[in-house]
């Protein structure tokens, strides 16, 4: 062992830093050799499954054994126990590594730890001809701290005591990592390290966690830090030339892949997450990353925003579990990233309340909005909830940072959530105007087939898939418009109003349709021309719907008398063209009694003409809904 080459030299000094490090890096071996029992014996109980080689994690950890790369596909049944080629040596390996872990600790007075090596490594099984039962795996490899005691619980206590160790052992600190047997290049890249972790570690307020540690072994800078306080949540760095290596492990898989979006920026290679299982029946999940970067200065800048990621890792999952009563899954996640890329965190809204503040703030201010069992999301909308929760995340942290009043940051929630319920009528017009632009875009249409009919049935038959395109979108936000009311009663009057708007949609694609027909039977130019009139009332019908609903939403209050003004001389002209309408149409179907060519042409004509009152129509009852909700729901009068 390298510690004993330093003391035969006379570099005691350096012997205990030595054994710790060669100690951490035995602990790594044996918890490689735990995953690969567990993962042979898993694909031997279901061997249809792909099998893992671990060899990546085999060489990271420094063993050469390349045969052990085989055992997991070829592990088979055998009787009750299980045929692992390779068990044998793995075993007397993990007895070898264990003494190795101990010896600093046993070293350091805490020889308490003696009889338990030696009782657990008498217990091990002999694995003779590598056949192991699948009751002795589960004993060595148990981490539970219920029950008996274990070779894996062994493992974990040890690391424990190394980490204090390590600690202890430190020659220097590097912005607050603890680091010894630094080289002179190393120094810098664990000043980056810190200075990320550093920048946001203020995040993590009064949870415990983010201890860094730093030195070298095997020729690589080695940088481990504690995140927070679970035994399994570990991430280790391993930097070489300009390669850096990140080691990561967690009992969330979800918790995984949201860190591999964190360091998405930078696109490290990641090696497929592999997943095992704990003595006491917990799941973990392990990866690793690689980025090679192109200079120092490359390296230095990944290893900086790496450290400042790792707050965001902390109580992760219970800020995920505290989201639920308020968003949908993708959402939930959405927000946990918002809150990482902003620097804004999860910690200080679960350090003030979590959930409760919210739900305090959604009592003080929905009144008859929610009842009971509702979600946040399906009330005001997701994006809407979304955004409340942004601004509670902010605030939140903010609250803390600034040392203000929570009774100030609770009255500003129950503000904005009060805004955010008020926004829905706002929001309900805009999609109202939305709807309102696919009315005139298929008044446009019809306009447009009228005056190409002409030129025989292409071009007319072209503006009709363009006209049923638009129908389709416009009958899709009804619908939305009609969810919305369902989770929001108050905004009743919304479904009517798109309702009889959208009967101009279905009359204007009728329309449409029907011009492809008349196109194909070679038009009458005198019936035409009233029909351009009609479409051209349309067209100016369409338009004055479109102005009528962004001025209504924008008239909030009496004080906004000029949009007010606006809007009601949008629905006085609606009216009017409705009446322009119905003389334009009539004076078509006497046209097209006196010059039509047959009686189909005839029907045609009058079909359309039919088709574009009854949109001149439908304009009208909208218009009067409008106005209604406008000058009672918005201005009261």
Known sequence: ?????????????????????????????????????????????????QAATLKRDRIACGIEDAALDLMVASAHRQGARYQLPGAQRLLARVAAEMRVMAAPVLDAGKTDYADRLDSLLSAMPSAADDLLDGAAIAAMTRAAEDGPDSLHRLVMD?????????????????????????????????????????????????????????????????????????????????????????????????????????LDRYKPDWTAAQAGQLGGGSQFSLATARFTAADEAGCRAYLSFLGSRLVFLIDWNRARKQLRAFLPGPARLSLLRWAAEQEVGHRGFLELG???????????????????????SDVLGVAEAEAFLRFTFRAATDCLTSHSSPTLLRDRLRAELARHFSNEARRLLRVAAEHAGLLLELACLVRDGVLALPDGPAPAIKLASRARRFEHDADRLVADTFESVRRRPDYAQFGPLLHAADD????????????????????????????????????????????????????????????????????????????????????????????????????????VGERLEQSADAFKRASILLRDHVLTGVLGG
């Open 158 to 262: 040890l690391h424990k005591e190394l980490n204090a160790l390590q600690a202890a052992l430190a020659e220097e600190s590097v912005d607050g990592a603890a680091a010894y047997a630094l080289a002179p290049e190393d120094r810098p890249r664990v000043a980056a390290f810190m200075a990320g972790l550093n920048r946001t570690a203020r995040l993590k307020f009064d949870h415990p966690g983010l201890a860094t540690t730093a030195t070298r072994g095997n020729g690589r800078l080695v940088i481990q830090n504690d995140i927070g306080t679970t035994d399994a949540h570990v991430v280790v760095v391993h930097v070489q030339d300009l390669t850096v290596s990140v080691t990561y492990t967690d009992v969330h898989p979800d918790r995984l892949r949201f860190f591999q979006d964190l």
């Open 504 to 607: 101009a949609a279905d009359a204007l694609e009728d329309a449409a349709y029907l011009l492809s027909l008349l196109a194909a039977g070679g038009p009458d130019g005198k019936a035409t021309a009233p029909l351009q009139s009609l479409a051209g009332v349309i067209v100016e019908a369409s338009q004055e719907w479109v102005k009528a609903l962004l001025d209504a939403a924008h008239v909030h209050d009496r004080n906004a008398a000029e949009d007010t003004d606006d809007f009601l001389v949008a629905i006085d002209r609606i009216a009017v063209l409705e009446h322009q309408a119905d003389d334009t149409e009539r004076a078509l179907t006497a046209a097209a009694v006196r010059h039509a060519a047959d009686f189909r042409q005839l029907h045609l004509y009058s079909a």
């Open 1 to 49: 062992m390298k510690a004993e080459v330093l003391a035969l030299i006379g570099e005691d000094g350096l012997r205990r830093p030595a054994a710790v490090n060669a100690a951490l890096a035995a602990n790594d071996r044996v918890k490689y050799a735990f995953t690969l029992l567990q993962t042979a014996a898993a694909h031997a109980d279901q061997p249809e499954q």
């Open 354 to 376: 979590g959930a409760a503040l919210v739900n305090q703030a959604i009592e003080a201010s929905a009144g008859s909005n929610m009842h009971f069992g509702d979600v946040l």
